[in-house]
């Protein structure tokens, strides 16, 4: 990958795509699921409910501005569902699962079946996005001149393979190997991403925690018990990453968002920092910036940084939307200081170039699930201001 730095996106001041929603759009939705509600009247809360959540993140002096995910009922939207050879199932077998990746385990510890069990029942086809709409409503609701800075978030290429056991996330008889089945997603992702730019998207941020699941030592003991090589299957996971971005134009921001789940009430899955992957995921990944999660020792420290070569960006996602209390601003630079320190140690540059390739945010969205964090209004926008205030005492007078 080209050593050429992709700024502007991304910004110094980010967030991460997802913001609560609104109590009259909850309350619509809610309907909606429940088969009593109006989905043209839920259309039009969400449009006007979006309206709203783009001119509070303007006003808050955001550029990377995003519709909040508010059309979506989890983060990743319906990209996979969207796909020929791709369903939602509610029958299916508890054994195709690997109960030790943790979104698996906490929900079947719980006693809940795993949530949306999407399954490749097919051949894998592109057939129209699912994405587009949504984006040509954000953009335009800006002026031209700053639709690119615009952020969509999508699906991770990976998000429906990591949870099932080998060989059970296809059909046999439709794909023969992981490799087969991973060449037909990237070429679905190179379609998306191919039309999204064509629409005018140049700000894409990919959410991926199954990416930070091989950080928690409980999953790779799970793997080690079955027999199964975690170290192979995270390659295969940034060849496939690698594929899908193959085709993608130099003026098109990708960036990769890592946490450790998010579920309702800010419920994460799994622990653990980024040294067990950061060779691998900072040098052999091409994509242009790490949206990383690092507001509690949960995500460990920033020792992992020193992987990351020239060329590359960090948001550091240091101010949790998982809860209300804020946090203590000067603490938080000095934080930067240290990540960027790291960075210089590991590169060679200077730590003013190291510190040019930082930006903050939150470390993960407010509302991953539509119903949110446990956060009010309120404290969401109290959250994003600290965000917005914590880089301009870092980087004066830059976006």
């Not at 502007?8 to 699921?33: I, N, Q, T, W, Y």
């Not at 796909?83 to 385990?105: H, K």
């Amino acid at each position: 990958m080209s050593v050429k730095l992709h700024q502007r996106p991304p910004f110094r001041a980010e967030h991460l795509g997802s913001l609560l929603r609104p109590k009259a759009l909850l309350d619509e939705k809610h309907l909606v699921d429940q088969k009593k509600g109006d989905k043209k009247k839920l259309a039009a809360i969400e449009d006007e409910s979006i309206q709203s959540i783009v001119k509070l993140q303007q006003d808050l002096g955001f550029r990377a501005v995003s519709d909040g995910e508010y059309r979506r009922h989890m983060f990743w939207g319906t990209f996979f569902p969207g796909l020929d050879g791709f369903e939602e199932v509610t029958d299916f077998p508890e054994d195709i699962f690997r109960m030790y990746v943790p979104d698996i385990a906490a929900f079947t510890e719980s006693g809940h079946k795993p949530g949306e069990t999407v399954l490749c029942t097919g051949k894998i086809k592109h057939v129209g996005s699912t994405y587009v709409d949504q984006w040509n409503y954000l953009k335009n609701l800006l002026p031209k001149e700053k639709q690119h800075e615009a952020k969509l978030t999508m699906a991770a290429p990976n998000w429906y393979h990591l949870r099932y056991k080998t060989g059970r996330a296809y059909p046999k008889e439709v794909y023969a190997t992981d490799a087969e089945y991973f060449a037909d997603i990237a070429k679905a992702y190179r379609a998306e991403l191919k039309i999204l730019y064509d629409n005018g998207l140049r700000n894409v941020q990919i959410d991926d925690p199954n990416l930070a699941y091989f950080c928690s030592e409980k999953m790779l003991a799970g793997f080690k018990a079955d027999g199964e090589d975690s170290d192979a299957l995270l390659d295969a996971y940034i060849k496939l990453y690698n594929d899908c971005l193959s085709e993608r134009p130099s003026d098109m921001h990708v960036g990769v968002h890592l946490c450790r789940g998010n579920f309702v009430g800010g419920r994460h899955f799994s622990e653990g920092g980024y040294d067990a992957i950061a060779t691998k995921l900072f040098r052999n990944l091409n994509v242009d910036t790490y949206y990383l999660e690092y507001d509690t020792p949960r995500a460990g420290g920033f020792e992992p940084l020193k992987e990351l070569p020239k060329g590359k960006n960090v948001i550091l996602g240091l101010i949790t939307s998982k809860f209300p209390e804020l946090e203590d601003i000067d603490e938080m630079k000095q934080k930067v200081e240290q990540a960027a320190k790291l960075i210089s140690e590991g590169t060679g540059e200077s730590h003013e170039e190291a510190l040019g390739r930082l930006g903050v945010s939150p470390q993960c969205g407010f509302a991953s699930h539509s119903d949110g964090n446990n956060v009010g209004h309120d404290e969401m926008v109290a959250k994003l201001k600290l965000v917005r205030k914590l880089a301009d005492e870092i980087w004066p007078n830059q976006p």
